[in-house]
C-alpha cells in the first residue's frame, strides 16, 4: 500500500514537471502570399521544445506531416525540415483553390497551435486591345478597349500613348464564375488627327503577381489625311540668267500622286527651259518673262492641296558700273563752257580721268568713253563758234551806225567832213576799246 501510493506521488510530480515545461513552449507561424503556379513554403518553428511533436493541417483539418511522416497523399507536398524545434513543408504548382488558413500543431497538454494564412494571386492575362480598325480617316472619334481576365485581386488598367500617360478613361471590374478572379476592361475615346500616324497606343496591366514587370498591349494607329504642301526655292534671290529648282514638299497618307505644276493659272509656258522632275521644277536660264506665281498642286485618296510660290527675277549686279561715269563726266565738262578758251585743256584732263570703283588691273580703252568725251567736245567748240560769229556781227552794226550819225547833223558839206574826222577819230577809239 505504502508502495503504490509513493509510486502514484512519483508520476504526478513526473507530470507537474512536463506541464512546468510545456508552459514555455509556443508554435510561430508567418502568413505566406505566393503567385498561382509557384511554390509555397509553410514553417512552423518552436524555440523551446522537450521532444513535443509538430503538426501541419490544410483548411480542411486535414493532416499533411505530423513531424516527418506524410499523412497525405498529394505528390505536390514536400517535407523540407523536420527537427524538434521546426517543421517546414512545401507546397509546389499552387492553385487558387489551396488558399486559405493552414495550421500547425505543438502537442502539449494542452494542444498549443498557430496559423498560417496562404494567400494565391491570380496572375492577370496578357491584356488585348479592340474596336481599332485600319485605316481611320482625320478627325474621325476613336473608341479602344483594353481587357484583361484572371486577376486576384483585380489588376490596373493604364493608357499611354507617345509613352504619355491619358488619364481620361473608363474602367470596369467584373468578378469571375469562380467568384475568385476578376477581369477588368479600360475604354479609351479620342479624336483622331494627322499627328497621331504611326502613333504606338499602349495598353499596362500593374498588379502585385507581375514583380513589377507590366504586361502591355500596343497598337499602332494608322491615319489618312489630305496632303500638306509647301514650295521651297533653291536660293532664295533669283537674279537673271541664272538656274532655279523649285521643290514641292508634299507629305499626306496615302503618299501624294505625282504633284501638277502650273504658272498664273496655266500650264508651263516654255517646257524647254522649265523641266519637271519628280517634284521639282528646274528652270535653266531664268529671264523676266519668268515672272509670275508658280502653283504646285499634290492629290491623293483623301483630297487635294496646293501651295503657292511668286517668282520675281532679279537684275545681275554689275560690278564694273560703266554707265555711271558718263553723267559725271558730261557735267564736268558743261561746267568748263563758261571759259571758251579751256575747253581743249578740260577735255584733255577730262580724258584721263580714271574711275575709282574700276577693277585694279583694268587698263583696257572703253570705247564709249572715249566716244563721248569727243563729242562734248566737238558741241562745245561748235557752241563757241556760233557764240563768237554773233558776237562779232553785232559789233559791226554798231560801229557803222555811230559813224554815219556825224554826217546826218551838218548844214553844209564842210561841217560834215569835219564831224566824220570826229566820228572817225570816236570811231577809232571805240575800236581800240574794242581790241
Known amino acids: 500500500m505504502i508502495w503504490k501510493r509513493s509510486a502514484v506521488l512519483r508520476f504526478y510530480s513526473v507530470c507537474g514537471l512536463l506541464l512546468q515545461g510545456s508552459q514555455g513552449q509556443f508554435p510561430l507561424t508567418q502568413n505566406v502570399t505566393v503567385v498561382e503556379g509557384g511554390t509555397a513554403i509553410l514553417t512552423c518553428r518552436v524555440d523551446q521544445n522537450d521532444n513535443t511533436s509538430l503538426q501541419w493541417s490544410n483548411p480542411a483539418q486535414q493532416t499533411l506531416y505530423f513531424d516527418d511522416k506524410k499523412a497525405l497523399r498529394d505528390n505536390r507536398i514536400e517535407l523540407v525540415r523536420a527537427s524538434w524545434h521546426e517543421l517546414s513543408i512545401s507546397v509546389s504548382d499552387v492553385s487558387l483553390s489551396d488558399e486559405g488558413q493552414y495550421t500547425c500543431s505543438l502537442f502539449t497538454m494542452p494542444v498549443k497551435t498557430s496559423k498560417a494564412y496562404l494567400t494565391v494571386l491570380g496572375v492577370p492575362e496578357k491584356p488585348q486591345i479592340s474596336g481599332f480598325s485600319s485605316?481611320?480617316?482625320?478627325?474621325?472619334?476613336?473608341?479602344?478597349?483594353?481587357?484583361?481576365?484572371?486577376?486576384?485581386?483585380?489588376?490596373d488598367i493604364r493608357w499611354f500613348k507617345n509613352d504619355k500617360e491619358i488619364k481620361d478613361v473608363k474602367y470596369l471590374k467584373e468578378e469571375d464564375a469562380n467568384r475568385k478572379t476578376f477581369t477588368v476592361s479600360s475604354t479609351l475615346d479620342f479624336r483622331v488627327d494627322r499627328s497621331d500616324d504611326g502613333v504606338a497606343v499602349i495598353c499596362r496591366v500593374d498588379h502585385e503577381s507581375l514583380n513589377a514587370t507590366p504586361q502591355v498591349a500596343?497598337?499602332?494607329?494608322?491615319?489618312?489625311?489630305?496632303?500638306?504642301?509647301?514650295?521651297?526655292?533653291?536660293?532664295?534671290?533669283?537674279?537673271?540668267?541664272?538656274?532655279?529648282?523649285?521643290?514641292?514638299?508634299?507629305?499626306?497618307?496615302?503618299?501624294?500622286?505625282?504633284?501638277?505644276?502650273?504658272?498664273?493659272?496655266?500650264?508651263?509656258?516654255?517646257?524647254?527651259?522649265?523641266?519637271?522632275?519628280g517634284r521639282e521644277l528646274n528652270i535653266l536660264f531664268l529671264n523676266?518673262?519668268?515672272?509670275?506665281?508658280?502653283?504646285?498642286?499634290?492629290?491623293?485618296?483623301?483630297?487635294?492641296?496646293?501651295?503657292?510660290?511668286?517668282?520675281?527675277?532679279?537684275?545681275?549686279?554689275?560690278?564694273?558700273l560703266p554707265t555711271t561715269i558718263i553723267p559725271s563726266l558730261t557735267t564736268a565738262t558743261v561746267t568748263t563752257?563758261?571759259?571758251?578758251?579751256?575747253c581743249p585743256t578740260t577735255s584733255a584732263t577730262t580724258s584721263n580721268i580714271r574711275d575709282p570703283n574700276a577693277l585694279a588691273g583694268q587698263t583696257g580703252p572703253d570705247h564709249a568713253l572715249i566716244g563721248g568725251i569727243v563729242a562734248v567736245v566737238v558741241f562745245v567748240t561748235l557752241c563757241s563758234i556760233f557764240l563768237l560769229g554773233r558776237y562779232l556781227a553785232r559789233h559791226k552794226g554798231t560801229y557803222l551806225t555811230n559813224e554815219a550819225k556825224?554826217?546826218?547833223?551838218?548844214?553844209d558839206a564842210d561841217t560834215a567832213i569835219i564831224n566824220a574826222e570826229g566820228s572817225q577819230v570816236n570811231a577809232e577809239e571805240k575800236k581800240e576799246y574794242f581790241i
Open 337 to 342: 563752257t563758261v571759259a571758251i578758251t579751256t
Open 135 to 155: 485605316p481611320v480617316m482625320e478627325g474621325d472619334l476613336m473608341q479602344l478597349t483594353c481587357k484583361t481576365s484572371g486577376s486576384k485581386p483585380a489588376a
Open 218 to 277: 500596343m497598337q499602332v494607329l494608322e491615319i489618312h489625311y489630305t496632303p500638306s504642301v509647301k514650295i521651297i526655292p533653291s536660293t532664295p534671290f533669283p537674279q537673271e540668267g541664272q538656274p532655279l529648282i523649285l521643290t514641292c514638299e508634299s507629305k499626306g497618307k496615302p503618299l501624294p500622286e505625282p504633284v501638277l505644276w502650273t504658272k498664273d493659272g496655266g500650264e508651263l509656258p516654255d517646257p524647254d527651259r522649265m523641266v519637271v522632275s
Open 288 to 320: 523676266k518673262t519668268d515672272n509670275g506665281t508658280y502653283r504646285c498642286e499634290a492629290t491623293n485618296t483623301i483630297g487635294q492641296s496646293s501651295a503657292e510660290y511668286v517668282l520675281i527675277v532679279h537684275d545681275v549686279p554689275n560690278t564694273l
Open 406 to 411: 556825224g554826217a546826218e547833223d551838218a548844214p
